[in-house]
């Protein structure tokens, strides 16, 4: 451990040097030293806090939840000290993050890194090569789900191109669109509970069921626990939630908005014994409203600017839910996807997955309080929640929403369209692929049980991550469910398939670089590759302009109905590198493969890393 932490520079002396406006959350402290690298110190305790007006443990990230805000520019060296002053293990993962050159800080136990342990400090090293929008969030177990996450801005370099003549042709407009996204404000949004990661896992393994029921949800860690009547949540259920009651001679979901357990047996798992008895009550059905804290993004009009906007990132820092994300009466420019430029869209309101990041910019014009909607789309669950937008005065105007609580938009509502995402710069997509990998999800035991590809990823690999690490170790001859090996610049498909129905959508996230989504269908793949179904089903591809991201999520399959979605990436960094399902729940569960990239010219790991 020495050769990490004989080099820990204790930084207390001064601020970053880069301007921001940023309201919540905090920044982190950080100084650039002689070398020209940008340091970050994160302190990890575990303590009592009170997010959305009920207390319980989870982590604080130098005392503060969300943790600070990592903001950096492009071309940066960056390191992020990590102590641990926990009672559980831990790393960090660097969410969008390539980790250029860089593996052994991604942040994986097991796959890159070993475990950092109780007492413990580790550096992670890694050069800012991107721009945008990302986060950092724990890789352990769920953790995630106990508030390890912060977010990440990187500004670009002066040259970078920048989309607003997209926007407006105004060139003083243009300045005020690039002085707002300057400074970004980070809106983290995050579905919670009163219970930590650990007792809902051991709760799911008692029951032999998945729990998919949260409390309330977050905006940069603030929120309350709203309930609504039976009559309210009927009003609002889905054509799929109807089905799912009417399949199982039921008229509601619980108090909480939540599926009843036993229908989640009987729909994901029904061959298998639950008991549904073990569950507290205050789980999945009893909800008692609070009254916690509310984020307010707060702005004022620039004398003298021709327009008033701003910035926001939002962030998808999800455990489980799918949600839609809308302003009341104030549409928004996108104009970044997952921390790249794309050609913007004036929407009113964004599907928002587990991972995912949006750059958005808001023109203001009127004064008022504009609540900010976030309403969860996933089957198991009804849940909403708000922030508000204050901008000026007349804070007691009734405003009009674009969607409603369970995420559908009213009449004219605009949805972000990632089927017309158009990246700024777009990357060539090779024609053709040289190797191909088809994955099969299903349920490979009970409702908890999940894999990507047949067989649950082996909990020892993540779970003891002390032990072997595959970084350090490869086994390119390796011949199971669970890894993939690639050659150094191949072209590589992934062939996303459920196996298994009903299957619900499941986001996927590759680490390393990013990948490009160039086909989706309904009902089976019964191709050998992908160039045999294009000459078959031609319209179901895009390989002149795809979209570009490190997360893509997969379309929804019905008991009578596959679906699969192909993912193509450039295997240019070599190294271990995870894919997995970013719901919490499903990653403990097993649904993840290693994918080791470019074994022919595997990476010389720092002595510092391995002694660690």
């Known amino acids: 451990m020495r050769g990490l932490t004989s080099g820990l520079v204790w930084l207390t002396a001064a ?117 945008g929008s990302y986060w950092y969030h724990s890789h352990q177990l769920g953790q995630l789900e106990d508030g390890l996450f912060g977010a990440i801005v990187i500004h670009p370099k002066k040259d970078q191109l920048k989309p607003w003549s997209h926007i407006s042709a105004d060139e003083e407009v243009q300045d005020v669109l690039e002085l707002a996204a300057s400074h970004p404000r980070p809106l983290i949004l995050s579905d919670w509970r009163h219970k930590s990661a650990q007792y809902m896992t051991d709760l799911s393994h008692q029951a032999n069921m998945e729990l998919p029921c949260f409390d309330s949800i977050l905006f940069n860690g603030k929120g309350s626990v709203n309930c609504k009547t039976k009559e309210e949540l009927a009003a609002l259920y889905s054509p799929n939630q109807k089905n799912i009651l009417a399949l199982n001679n039921a008229t509601s979901f619980t108090a909480k908005g939540c599926l009843p357990p036993q229908f989640v047996s009987r729909t994901i798992s029904p061959t298998f014994v639950t008991k549904p008895e073990v569950i507290p009550a205050d789980v999945l059905d009893v909800c008692t409203p609070t009254t916690g804290s509310q984020e307010v993004i707060k702005v004022n009009k620039r004398e003298g600017a021709v327009e008033t906007w701003i910035a926001i990132d939002i962030i998808g820092a999800f455990n489980l839910i799918q949600s839609v994300f809308s302003i009341d009466e104030v549409p928004v420019w996108i104009y970044a996807v997952d921390g790249e430029y794309i050609i913007p869209q004036l929407v009113h309101a964004i599907t928002i997955n587990n991972g995912d990041r949006f750059s958005v910019l808001v023109k203001l014009t009127e004064g008022g309080e504009f609540p900010i909607r976030v309403a969860s789309i996933q089957n198991t669950q009804i849940l909403s929640a ?63 049980e999940w894999a990507l590809n047949s067989t649950i990823f082996p909990a020892a690999t993540m779970d003891h991550g002390s032990e072997g690490v595959v970084l350090f170790e490869p086994d390119f001859d390796a011949q199971d469910n669970h890894t993939i090996t690639t050659l150094k610049d191949q072209w590589v498909d992934l062939i996303l ?73 450039q295997a240019t960094q070599p190294g271990p590198w995870l894919l997995h399902c970013h719901v919490q729940s499903h990653l403990v569960g097993g649904m993840s493969v290693i994918i080791q990239d470019g074994k022919d010219a595997w990476p010389t790991v720092p002595q510092a890393y391995l002694e660690y």
Not at 517 to 546: C, D, M, T, Y
């Open 386 to 448: 708000t922030a508000t937008l204050k901008y000026g005065s007349d804070a007691g105007r009734t405003t009009i929403p674009y969607i409603k609580d369970n995420g559908v938009g009213n009449n004219g509502t605009i949805f972000y369209s990632e089927k017309i995402q158009a990246q700024l710069e777009p990357k060539a997509v090779s024609p053709t692929a040289d190797a191909t990998h088809k994955l099969f999800f299903r349920v490979t035991g009970p409702s908890y």
């Open 15 to 131: 601020l970053a040097t880069i301007p921001s406006t940023l309201a919540t959350p905090l920044k982190a402290r950080s100084i650039k030293d002689c070398d020209g690298v940008r340091k970050f110190e994160l302190t990890l305790t575990w303590e009592t806090y009170n997010a959305d007006g009920v207390e319980r443990e989870q982590v604080l990230v130098n005392k503060q939840f969300p943790g600070p805000t990592l903001e950096i520019n492009q071309g940066d060296k960056v390191e992020v000290i990590v102590h641990n002053k926990m009672n559980q293990n831990t790393t960090i993962h660097f969410h969008g993050i390539e980790m250029l050159n860089t593996v052994w800080s991604d942040g994986v136990p097991g796959v890159t890194q070993k475990h950092i342990p109780i007492g413990g400090s580790f550096i992670y090293k890694w050069d800012a090569t991107q721009y």
């Open 497 to 569: 398939i459920t196996a298994t129905t009903p299957m619900p959508p499941h986001p996927i996230h590759k680490h390393g670089n990013k990948m490009w989504k160039i086909g989706s269908g309904v009902g089976p793949f019964p191709w050998a590759n992908v160039a045999e179904a294009i000459a078959a089903v031609p319209q179901n591809f895009n390989l002149a302009a795809p979209p570009h991201r490190d997360g893509f999520m997969t379309a929804l399959a019905t008991p009578t109905n596959a679906t699969w979605t192909v993912l193509r990436y």
